[in-house]
């Protein structure tokens, strides 16, 4: 027997959001930075008090490469990028959000065993665009700082 299961429209709107929040880790861990500013089409990515630190696809890519390394041996950052605690609040319309998560980068290599490196949040809004969800502004709050060293190309 196979039940059925409807969903309410916020309900759908509110797992599509959360498979973009996923979406974005799984394409940094993969070392898809063209990826990752393809999700950024008309959006930006902010630090904690507004500002803006890249806007549109090629800027938002251009900072990922520009600041996290990836490996020669298969072109990623050797990351796992966990999204938690996700919250998705719908405006009236239903197409706009604003967004929540929590997230903790573990990374491990030959040479440096697997560890948390890094933990924080994001707050952003995300817009329902051509039928399809996407960031419009992402801030960073990184909270709790391991060993970056392996990690980044720049000091935080």
Do not use: C
């Amino acid at each position: 027997m196979t039940a059925t299961h409807d969903e309410s429209p916020a309900s759908e709107a509110t797992r599509a959001i959360e498979r973009l929040l996923y979406e974005y880790a799984a394409r940094i861990d993969a070392g898809d930075f063209a990826g990752v500013g393809a999700l950024f089409a008309d959006g930006a990515i902010a630090m904690a008090d507004g500002t803006r630190i890249a806007e549109g696809p090629e800027a938002v890519e251009a900072l990922y490469v520009a600041t996290t390394r990836r490996y020669d041996d298969d072109g990623t950052p050797h990351t796992k990028h966990v999204t938690t605690n996700v919250s998705v609040d719908l405006d009236a319309t239903g197409d706009r959000a604003a967004v929540r998560s929590y997230f903790t980068v573990f990374q491990g290599l030959t040479d440096f065993p697997l560890q948390p490196i890094i933990s924080g949040r994001y707050d952003g809004l995300v817009e329902r665009l051509d039928g399809a969800w996407a960031f419009r502004e992402r801030r960073m709050h990184p909270e709790l700082y391991g060993d970056l060293s392996r990690h980044l190309l720049i000091e935080l």
